[in-house]
């Protein structure tokens, strides 16, 4: 009975095993800390914050990542379209928990908003275009330099979340 009780836990093991892992991200995205740290690796960026949190409206909970970049000193933004486009899929791709949005905001070495006239060409370019309703408007990041998307926006555009980490072109962010 020893024998045979050996090659039926293994194989439990090994079912119990895939299973959890099937659970998983199948190796997309990246938690919020670790990509928090990655985007400080890539030149221009001084710092930066990834945070994914919880809001209640009534009964309803939604689940936001908020993705924040400084620019170092002397850095501007290169070719805004595909920032928007970068910040956006690595926002996707943080997979600590199921996201119902993403908040996205660029600053200067200063903390100022950095160049905001341009998130209405890059959205739309992006696939995420201006609402016709004022009161939907993307209009705040020029107050506030945040810019936000839902999920179903972002799964329309990326695909499923989590998405695959995006990896940087040397045109994002430049100095000048």
């Not at 009780?5 to 099937?22: E, I, K, N």
């Not at 928990?97 to 200063?110: E, H, M, T």
Request: aromatic fraction near 8%; glycine fraction near 10%; include cysteine.
């Amino acid at each position: 009975m020893q024998k045979h009780f050996r090659p039926v836990a293994l194989a439990t093991l090994a079912v119990v095993g895939a299973l959890l892992l099937s659970g998983c991200s199948g190796g997309r995205g990246a938690d919020a800390e670790t990509t928090q740290t990655r985007l400080l690796t890539y030149p221009g960026i001084a710092a930066s914050r990834v945070v994914v949190g919880d809001s209640m409206s009534g009964f309803t909970v939604s689940r936001y990542v908020s993705l924040s970049v400084t620019l170092k000193p002397g850095f501007v933004v290169g070719d805004a379209d595909a920032l928007a486009d970068w910040l956006f899929r690595t926002a996707w791709s943080v997979n600590d928990k199921k996201l119902d949005g993403a908040l996205v905001s660029v600053q200067a070495a200063n903390g100022d908003p950095v160049a905001w006239d341009y998130w209405p060409a890059a959205l739309e370019q992006f696939g995420l275009p201006q609402s016709d309703d004022p009161a939907a408007s993307r209009s705040d990041y020029e107050v506030t330099g945040i810019v936000d998307a839902t999920a179903e926006e972002l799964e329309s555009v990326i695909g499923p979340w989590p998405a695959d980490i995006p990896e940087p072109t040397d045109d994002l962010i430049v100095t000048g």
